[in-house]
């Protein structure tokens, strides 16, 4: 069976798409407009430390159900882009 790259690649990329976009109807913009009860921190900084614990659990293999890739994944996609709306802002 022969698969072609652009089409698999495209497959993952929707997929994460998806989730994003799912996730962010159930809890609202979160990730890039967090409610901030106790954190003051950045939203790329608060990212960074997201993707830091994903990189955790998945080093010590210790997901508990989660898909650790896929969230990882959709961090990631997040992270560009908070920068990319930081970039625009002058950035801040």
Avoid at 18 to 38: H, Q, T
Avoid at 63 to 84: P, S
């Amino acid at each position: 069976m022969s698969y072609d790259f652009a089409d698999d690649v495209r497959a993952v990329a929707d997929d994460a798409v998806a989730m994003l976009i799912e996730k962010n109807a159930a809890y609202g913009n979160s990730a890039l407009d967090p409610v901030r009860v106790f954190s003051r921190a950045p939203v790329v900084e608060q990212l960074l430390v997201r993707i830091d614990d994903k990189l955790s659990r998945l080093a010590r293999g210790s997901a508990a159900g989660e898909d650790v890739e896929r969230d990882l994944l959709g961090y990631l996609l997040i992270l560009r882009v908070a920068r990319l709306r930081a970039e625009r802002e002058g950035g801040r």
